[in-house]
């Protein structure tokens, strides 16, 4: 049996006693260690906090430090909001950024024109046509690193961070006390956040807003504040232009493209003794818009071309809001409205406020600032690539600074415009515009007076997602 590989023989008493003999510390330190490791909650007002150092001895020192904890998570919160706002700011200055011209140095435009891919092509929506250079990015781009904002950044984020991880070692400990402290802090600092915001927009209001809304749809935040205003132009509370525009409806407008034809840019009468006759003009050029573009309005040919002569007439003569129109004049004398845009107001302040979540300044009082509501822009498109939308804004703007018997030394004019109407908004950022908030397509219609075609009920996200661009302009009335 002793040649048999397989053969086992039994333990000596020897080996049990050495095994007995056996140092079991280590095995007993390792038990120790996962004990104290468990993830269960305990309520231990005597849990140390990031070292042995911070003990809590007493109830006292115990509230003590969950007070601290509190603080150092709203701390946390307000890091979090400052630095999306700053990189809101960054962006924003990056966007603006003014380069100097160098001698011998070829500039930008020169360089896209002369770029072998390079296409032109014309941007066109709602009447307003652009005509632009377009190159195809090659390859991902960067934005360069700025010694005036990288650094910052990195110091931001590197606090953020510490801040960060103390909140995590300080939910680590497995204490109650504390893991309520900290989602106390994150709670407060989360309301804090939102109130600082409300402050900052009663602080940074504007003193004249007029609104217009792009086909009743409806966008970066930028905000003027009183002493940046007083810098950039001198006047307290935004840009303003102290003159009416300069407008071009005192004279008929030409165009080499249009064989002969007169533009007159013109407010309509609402009480005029040819009232019908223009309520016609008015009307088909409505529908011509709802036909050509049915995706820039809120209502459908559909439904208006159903309205009865005394619904058109009603339109023009509705007390809030005023009409204007560019009319087209051939050398036979035949007239033709071919653009048009609407203002509503004045409206009050009660109605004007915009909702926090939009980023929008709160407006001044009624007695400080007329508020108006631009909406329903369209030029024909037979008669595009004339300018006439700017133009006939520019008139618009023209009759409010001129408005008499009001009291009020400013204007504030908003619009709301669909983020993907690029040319409009460009056309808007050239009229001096200026962008400041978001909205919804909800907000837009009932600042464009259509709160009719709001559906009932709960509303869909096509009406409560925040896209809309909104953007503002002022302007000062001639003392």
């Given at each position: 049996m002793a040649d048999n590989p397989f053969a086992t023989s039994a333990p000596s008493p020897s080996s049990g006693d050495d095994m007995a003999g056996m140092d079991m510390s280590h095995d007993s330190h390792g038990s120790s260690s996962m004990g104290s490791m468990a993830m269960t909650f305990q309520n231990d007002p005597k849990t140390p906090l990031f070292s042995t150092g911070w003990t809590p001895s007493s109830t006292g020192s115990y509230a003590g430090t969950c007070i601290f904890l509190i603080i150092l998570a709203v701390i946390f919160k307000i890091l979090l909001a400052l630095k999306s706002r700053q990189e809101a700011r960054w962006l924003d200055a990056e966007l603006h950024r003014r380069y100097v011209a160098v001698a011998g140095k070829q500039g930008l435009k020169e360089t896209v024109a002369a770029h072998k891919d390079v296409k032109s092509v014309v941007l066109s929506e709602n009447g307003v046509e652009e005509e632009v250079l377009v190159v195809q990015r090659s390859g991902e781009t960067t934005r360069p690193w700025r010694v005036s904002v990288?650094?910052?950044?990195?110091?931001?984020?590197?606090?953020?961070?510490?801040?960060?991880?103390?909140?995590?070692?300080?939910?680590?400990?497995?204490?109650?006390?504390?893991?309520?402290?900290?989602?106390?802090?994150?709670?407060?600092?989360?309301?804090?956040?939102?109130?600082?915001?409300?402050?900052?927009?009663?602080?940074?209001r504007r003193d004249v807003v007029l609104a217009v809304g792009v086909g009743g749809g409806m966008i970066d935040t930028v905000e003027m504040g009183r002493e940046q205003s007083k810098r950039t132009t001198g006047v307290e509370g935004g840009t303003y232009r102290?003159?009416?525009?300069?407008?071009?409806?005192?004279?008929?407008?030409?165009?080499?493209?249009?064989?002969?034809?007169?533009?007159?840019?013109?407010?309509?009468?609402?009480?005029?003794?040819?009232?019908?006759?223009?309520?016609?003009?008015y009307k088909a050029l409505r529908l011509e818009a709802l036909r050509q573009s049915p995706t820039s309005f809120s209502s459908t040919i559909e439904t208006e071309s159903q309205f009865s002569d005394d619904v058109w007439v009603s339109r023009l003569q509705t007390p809030d809001k005023e009409n204007f129109v560019c009319v087209a004049i051939a050398e036979d004398g035949q007239s033709e409205w071919v653009a048009q845009v609407t203002l509503r107001g004045p409206v009050p302040t009660t109605e004007f406020l915009p909702p926090i979540e939009s980023g929008q300044p709160n407006p001044a009082s009624d007695e400080e600032v007329e508020k108006w509501q631009m909406l329903s822009l369209f030029t024909l498109p037979s008669h595009r690539g004339r300018k006439l939308g700017p133009r006939l804004c520019e008139k618009a703007f023209e009759s409010l600074q001129s408005r008499d018997g009001t009291g009020t030394p400013q204007v504030v004019v908003r619009i709301m415009v669909k983020p993907e109407n690029v040319a409009t908004l460009r056309m808007y950022d050239g009229l001096g515009f200026e962008r400041a908030g978001y909205c919804t397509l909800e907000e837009a219609l009932r600042a464009n007076g259509d709160t009719d075609l709001i559906p009932r009920g709960t509303l869909d996200d096509r009406y409560t997602t925040r896209s809309g661009i909104v953007m503002l302009l002022h302007l000062a009335r001639a003392k």
């Open positions: 990288d650094p910052l950044r990195a110091v931001i984020d590197t606090v953020i961070a510490g801040v960060g991880y103390l909140l995590m070692l300080a939910v680590m400990t497995m204490n109650v006390g504390y893991f309520l402290s900290v989602l106390a802090g994150v709670f407060l600092g989360a309301t804090l956040r939102h109130v600082l915001l409300f402050l900052s927009h009663l602080s940074s102290s003159t009416p525009p300069s407008s071009q409806q005192s004279t008929p407008v030409h165009h080499p493209k249009n064989d002969g034809m007169e533009y007159h840019f013109i407010k309509v009468d609402r009480e005029g003794p040819n009232i019908y006759a223009s309520a016609a003009k």
